[in-house]
């Protein structure tokens, strides 16, 4: 059984409770935009044309956050969480799709 998990919204933090244990979770909505005229509608870093899936394929294939700001300097740290946190919250309210190999 899924234990409740209480949210509370702090600057660009989110609280959740989740069984005592208090987590922070990037806010990412401040970091992350979806817009018809920007890259096709993809979800991409905020004032960026760098789609959120290309961060995290970068994360996937083992850069490290200083490899990725080497490749994108005028990302932050904050901007990878934010896509990570993104990435999160997308499959948690998701229903899972088996892939085909």
Known sequence: ???PRGIL???????????GVKMVRMRWQDRIVIDSDLH???????G????VRVLLDSL??????????????QLT??????????AAEVLSQEVPVPLTS
């Not at 096709?40 to 905020?46: E, Y």
């Not at 960026?48 to 789609?51: A, N, Q």
């Not at 996937?60 to 300097?73: H, R």
């Open 1 to 3: 059984m899924t234990e």
């Open 9 to 19: 919204t702090v600057d660009e933090k989110a609280y959740l409770t989740r069984g």
């Open 40 to 46: 096709h509608g993809d979800p991409c870093i905020k």
């Open 48 to 51: 960026t044309r760098i789609p």
């Open 60 to 73: 996937e294939d083992g850069l490290t956050l200083s490899e990725i700001q080497e490749a994108y300097p």
């Open 77 to 86: 740290e904050a901007d990878v969480r934010a896509a990570r946190s993104y």
